[in-house]
């Protein structure tokens, strides 16, 4: 299994950005999907996860904010994220997973290096 995230940088406060996920050598769209991210000197956080048929599931620092998609044709996970603050600066992990809808990382065996996000002016 590999997964590639892509898409970070660094953004000013308020700003959106798009995180993307490849995913390979798996049965993609049986796998639940989601992001994580961990902050330096912070545990590793779920911030949205997606089943197969679309349903979400997010944390509260997300909610209203990020919005978590797949592409089941392209094996492709997304993140697009608004309103941006420097709270949001992390790195972001893209994790599958078959046994459900978590934002748990014990439930997730498969990862991704990780996208460094960094949002400063």
């Known amino acids: 299994v590999q997964l590639v995230e892509s898409g970070g940088g660094l953004v000013q406060p308020g700003g959106s950005l798009r995180l993307s996920c490849a995913a390979s050598g798996l049965t993609y769209s049986r796998y639940f999907m989601a992001w994580f991210r961990q902050a330096p000197g912070k545990e590793r956080e779920g911030v949205a996860s997606i089943d197969s048929d679309g349903s979400t599931r997010y944390s509260y620092a997300a909610k209203g904010r990020f919005t978590i998609s797949r592409d089941n044709a392209k094996n492709t996970l997304y993140l697009q994220m608004n309103s941006l603050s420097p709270e949001d600066t992390a790195m972001y992990y893209c994790?599958?997973?078959?046994?459900?809808?978590?934002?748990?990382?014990?439930?997730?065996?498969?990862w991704g290096q990780g996208a460094q996000v960094t949002v400063s002016s």
């Open positions: 994790a599958a997973s078959g046994y459900g809808l978590s934002l748990s990382a014990s439930l997730f065996p498969y």
